[in-house]
């Protein structure tokens, strides 16, 4: 093999080059994702909907009420369970979640998710 | 199975039957249960909302202003002093008002006072149809409403409405407010953001818990709101009795919005 030693050292370099990110994060980071804690609501134990249908269902929940309120005008939803709800971001999840940065902003800043909900309605500790 | 022509025709046409067919039956199978959702009981409601605006009582700007600072304060509006300014209610001169009724000769009066001006919720807005993403949109009640969610910031609607009852927000809105007013904004209602368009709404978000609109009730018994299509309705009652304008009627829009003069 003609500059064989030179070639395996080049090699070398390379896939070391290639993994380093790798080994940076191994050496560096945590090797585990921690969910982020949430602040939940002191007053109320149960949401609009079950914990894991608003887990993972929440932004296509928040779409349809949209729609709901908006478009066909109707302002209350009924839940499984029954209970009514007036449709709103504003006056009725963010009055138990008072605190967008503590919530909201929690899992959406670990899952890289930037909703645009908050340049237009109001976040419940205000405005600066 | 011996394949010929015939069979695999045959076999071929049942097939896309079935695949025709397949979603109405699938759908029909699921049973399709409505959405659970309803309207507040104590919601007003019409066939087509009116406003009729007595222009003998309101005529100054300080008739005006309290009206006005009520309507943009629970709509979080902000105050632009400059030619990119945001208005849901405003005044006009009768010139500005009544463009095709400019009679030479009138009564000073009447050229003097203010008209309240804003959208006028027309039978048939031309905002709507040239509106290019639905973000604008007339309710069955008559309200034309604004989703701004979906509104991309073209402005043809703008360029519709024979009225000049939008506004566009050329820059952020919050910008526009004052660390003191910014803790003061309604928190029942969202802002706007940069690159949509605004207009009055009649105030839908007080009829839908039986509120009247905000400019009614700051009137004090100026202002009258109510179901056009209901004989026995307040506006209807005023109409009746009443000489009433509308403005440009030549344009064909139909407005909700009557002066009494």
Redesign the interface.
Known sequence: MHYGGKIIIGLLIFVGLLLSPFAYNALTVEASYKQPKLKLPAKEKECVESLEFMRTKHMELLD?W?D?A???????????KGKEF??SL??TCMDCHKNKAEFCDKCHADAGVSP?CW????Q?E??? | MKQNRRKFIKFAGVAAAALCTAPAVAKAAGGGHAAPIMKNPKGLEAERWAMVIDTTKLKTEKDFAPLIEVCHKIHNVPQIDSNQEVKWLWTGSYDETFVEQPNPHMNEELKERSYALLCNHCENPPCVRVCPTKATFKRPDGIVAMDYHRCIGCRYCMAGCPYGSRSFNFSEPRDHFTEEELKKLNPKFPTRMRGVVEKCNFCVERLAVGERPACVEASKGAMFFGDLNDPESEVRQVLRERFTLRRKPSAGTEPSVYYII
């Open positions: 349809e949209r709901w908006l478009r066909d005008g109707k302002r209350v939803y009924v839940n499984h007036e449709i504003q006056n645009y340049d237009c309605h109001i419940p205000g405005l600066k």
